[in-house]
């Protein structure tokens, strides 16, 4: 099937030159602004081990437009595929909403965490293409001990409504586990794009059967180690992937890191799977965590669908065995599952480092002792 059978453009993106004088009036989050304050990882400033840095993301957009529309065509297209959505229609609005929406720039988001001494405030997101984004460093003063501490937008007296969000500290120490979420916790049929349209857009999410449990047992095994969950997936898509890994993962929460990508069309959104960009985007977010703690041991799971095997040996090969300990592939039936591909993913890579198991291994990793210096 060729993609650009599924419906035309969602959104047209239109901007207009703003003066300094304009940004600074509409700087603020306003009445008609609606806020995404993405679950945040904080650690240790190097500089000030006393004070604590937030690597904070938020979405500032106008309030949405009518969809309908969008959810119409989606609608026929999809039944001329041979989809039947049934009574599914709530699902695509609710997964659909934020591709219709336009992102604000030059807005100022100031956020406050509970536990805290400071208040933190991004300032200017971004014009396009990634427009309405800010990502910053923050500084957050002093913390109180704690896994997971709430962080909500300060907004006007006049406005009584809250945007939420969960910052979630970690040492530079210990274990984390970073991990793909489509096909490696959650089913998402990424080669097929059937099916991948009916798992994002139409039906209830599904964990990879036995992932939740084996989850769980890491948390145990590994004395709560920080779970970072980094995905193709585009952003738009974080309410949706948010509740997932809330329900499916309750004892594995933590920040989801998505994709800033500019999508005009559903042809586009389901293409994220195939995206050229995806192993420096996800090496990138490695990057970024080696930055945040240098010092703390990851688990790396993903599985052979996409780039994990190649992002993941090459940050083994950047960081080498003491920041990325063990690295677990899931073998997707349909993917390139070969010995060949897996090699070249892991040059440099010792075997006991890596392991590529099947769907009928999953019950039997928690067994293994990672902490350990299993594999």
């Given at each position: 099937?060729?993609?650009?059978?599924?419906?035309?453009?969602?959104?047209?993106?239109?901007?207009?030159?703003?003066?300094?004088?304009?940004?600074?009036?509409?700087?603020?989050?306003?009445?008609?602004?609606?806020?995404?304050?993405?679950?945040?990882?904080?650690?240790?400033?190097?500089?000030?081990?006393?004070?604590?840095?937030?690597a904070?993301?938020?979405?500032?957009?106008?309030?949405q437009?009518?969809?309908?529309?969008i959810?119409?065509?989606?609608?026929?297209?999809?039944?001329?595929?041979?989809?039947?959505?049934?009574?599914?229609l709530?699902?695509?609005?609710?997964?659909?909403?934020?591709?219709?929406?336009?992102?604000?720039?030059?807005?100022?988001?100031?956020?406050?965490?509970?536990?805290?001494?400071?208040?933190?405030?991004?300032?200017?997101?971004?014009?396009?293409?990634?427009?309405?984004i800010?990502?910053?460093?923050?500084?957050?003063?002093?913390?109180?001990?704690?896994?997971?501490?709430?962080?909500?937008?300060?907004?006007?007296?006049?406005?009584?409504?809250?945007?939420?969000?969960?910052?979630?500290?970690?040492?530079?120490?210990?274990?984390?586990?970073?991990?793909?979420?489509?096909?490696?916790?959650?089913?998402?049929?990424?080669?097929?794009?059937?099916?991948?349209?009916?798992?994002?857009?139409?039906?209830?999410?599904?964990?990879?059967?036995?992932?939740?449990?084996?989850?769980?047992?890491?948390?145990?095994?590994?004395?709560?180690?920080?779970?970072?969950?980094?995905?193709?997936?585009?952003?738009?898509?974080?309410?949706?992937?948010?509740?997932?890994?809330?329900?499916?993962?309750?004892?594995?929460?933590?920040?989801?890191?998505?994709?800033?990508?500019?999508?005009?069309?559903?042809?586009?959104?389901?293409e994220?799977?195939?995206?050229?960009?995806?192993?420096?985007?996800?090496?990138?977010?490695?990057?970024?965590?080696?930055?945040?703690?240098?010092?703390?041991?990851?688990?790396?799971?993903?599985?052979?669908?996409?780039?994990?095997?190649?992002?993941?040996?090459?940050?083994?090969?950047?960081?080498?065995?003491?920041?990325?300990?063990?690295?677990?592939?899931?073998?997707?039936?349909?993917?390139?599952?070969?010995?060949?591909?897996?090699?070249?993913?892991?040059?440099?890579?010792?075997?006991?480092?890596?392991?590529?198991?099947?769907?009928d291994?999953?019950?039997?990793?928690?067994?293994?002792?990672?902490?350990?210096?299993k594999?």
């Amino acid at each position: 099937m060729h993609l650009s059978l599924l419906l035309p453009v969602l959104f047209t993106l239109t901007s207009a030159r703003t003066s300094p004088v304009e940004r600074d009036s509409f700087s603020l989050v306003g009445l008609l602004d609606e806020v995404i304050l993405f679950d945040a990882p904080a650690f240790s400033d190097p500089s000030n081990p006393s004070n604590t840095l937030v690597a904070q993301q938020a979405f500032v957009y106008f309030h949405q437009t009518d969809i309908k529309p969008i959810v119409s065509g989606v609608q026929a297209v999809l039944n001329s595929l041979g989809l039947d959505i049934g009574n599914s229609l709530t699902n695509i609005e609710e997964r659909l909403k934020l591709f219709a929406v336009a992102g604000l720039p030059y807005k100022t988001v100031k956020v406050e965490v509970k536990g805290c001494s400071r208040q933190a405030q991004l300032s200017g997101t971004s014009g396009l293409p990634d427009l309405g984004i800010s990502l910053q460093n923050v500084s957050m003063g002093s913390c109180i001990a704690a896994k997971e501490l709430l962080a909500r937008v300060k907004l006007s007296f006049l406005d009584l409504r809250t945007f939420n969000g969960t910052i979630f500290p970690s040492p530079d120490s210990g274990y984390g586990v970073f991990s793909d979420i489509d096909d490696t916790v959650k089913v998402s049929h990424v080669l097929d794009t059937l099916a991948l349209a009916k798992a994002t857009l139409i039906e209830d999410p599904v964990a990879v059967t036995g992932m939740p449990e084996l989850y769980a047992s890491l948390a145990t095994s590994l004395s709560s180690p920080q779970f970072i969950y980094i995905s193709g997936s585009p952003f738009q898509l974080y309410p949706f992937l948010h509740d997932f890994i809330s329900t499916a993962f309750p004892a594995n929460k933590g920040p989801i890191l998505l994709q800033n990508l500019t999508v005009i069309n559903i042809s586009q959104l389901l293409e994220f799977a195939g995206n050229d960009g995806i192993f420096e985007y996800k090496l990138s977010q490695i990057d970024h965590i080696h930055g945040m703690y240098p010092n703390k041991k990851f688990l790396a799971i993903g599985d052979s669908t996409q780039k994990d095997p190649e992002t993941y040996g090459a940050a083994f090969n950047r960081y080498g065995g003491d920041f990325i300990t063990r690295i677990w592939i899931r073998s997707v039936d349909g993917a390139d599952n070969t010995a060949a591909r897996f090699a070249g993913a892991f040059a440099g890579v010792s075997q006991d480092k890596y392991r590529i198991y099947t769907d009928d291994q999953i019950l039997s990793l928690q067994q293994i002792d990672v902490a350990g210096g299993k594999c």
